[in-house]
């Protein structure tokens, strides 16, 4: 019994070896086909041509290399991407129009009329190209920033969603009075609850994100805020960890507290 056993391992490896394009694969005892999924007797040889040959088996095979056709294409290097797509991506971010303005067919057809070619659909743009451009941008803040000195800002508000919407808007700072400090946004996140803590989280993980092999702490020098209780309490947490941050809170956010608790003491 053994013996028929690895003969029987035998005949399917080498069926395996002898149809490779067939999409045929094996768990060592028997030979399944992955296009037609199901299992295919091999005792003989005849039963294996004769399954290559229905027309089921050549349909199913056809499908299946066009779905991997399909995929890869998908999954392609940036390299083989549409530089109309990559460029259109990029000046609509830059701009601030939504991608799904591209559902608008007057909009879609304007550029389609007067660009000569055919307009990507918005999830194209978000699927495949938006990722990119992010990655690039990334890059051009790093590649200015370098090691630093920087500022940071940090702003919390609420979508109209009600959602808190966490912005960190950073700096170099640069002794040269003739360098201006141009600010980037480097993160916005979406916070469970906003609070101390979760702004000091959300502070450490832009600096991960600025200065992703390890984060320079003694380079990070101001921390710009409201004057909010739950950013002051922040701002004593990040000098932990960040030993020269100085932390500055908005005299106008100050002013303004002052304007609106002066009336209630005096009603």
Same mark, same amino acid.
């Given at each position: ?72 294409? =998908?999954? /392609?290097?940036?390299?083989?991407? %549409? ?5 259109? @991506?990029?000046? #609509? ?79 170099? =700072?640069? /002794?040269?009075?003739?360098?201006? %400090? ?5 993160? @916005?996140?979406? #916070? ?76």
């Amino acid at each position: 019994m053994p013996r028929t056993s690895a003969s029987n391992k035998q005949l399917v490896a080498k069926y395996l070896r002898e149809f490779p394009a067939e999409l045929f694969r094996s768990d060592g005892d028997i030979l399944y086909c992955t296009a037609c999924d199901k299992r295919v007797s091999c005792s003989q040889r005849s039963q294996v041509t004769q399954h290559i040959a229905t027309g089921s088996h050549i349909k199913n095979k056809n499908r299946k290399k066009e779905r991997t056709s399909y995929q890869a294409f =998908l999954t /392609s290097p940036s390299s083989s991407k %549409s530089t109309l797509s990559t460029d259109l @991506c990029r000046a #609509l971010v830059r701009a601030d129009i939504p991608f799904h303005k591209l559902k608008n067919p007057h909009f879609k057809g304007f550029l389609e009329t007067y660009v000569g070619k055919k307009m990507p659909d918005e999830s194209t743009l978000r699927k495949n190209y938006l990722e990119d451009i992010y990655k690039d941008t990334l890059t051009k803040i790093r590649e200015h920033i370098k090691d630093g000195p920087i500022w940071v800002l940090i702003d919390e508000t609420t979508d109209v969603e009600g959602r808190y919407i966490a912005n960190a808007v950073i700096g170099k =700072l640069d /002794s040269d009075a003739d360098v201006d %400090s141009k600010p980037f946004l480097l993160n @916005c996140e979406v #916070l469970e609850k906003c609070n101390h803590s979760t702004i000091s989280r959300f502070f450490d993980a832009s600096m991960h994100i600025l200065w992703p092999s390890g984060v320079l702490n003694e380079k990070v020098l101001l921390f710009l805020s409201d004057a909010a209780p739950n950013m002051v309490k922040a701002g004593q947490s990040i000098q932990v960890f960040y030993p020269k941050i100085i932390h500055v809170t908005c005299i106008a956010h100050a002013l303004h507290q002052v304007a609106e608790t002066v009336p209630n003491k005096l009603l």
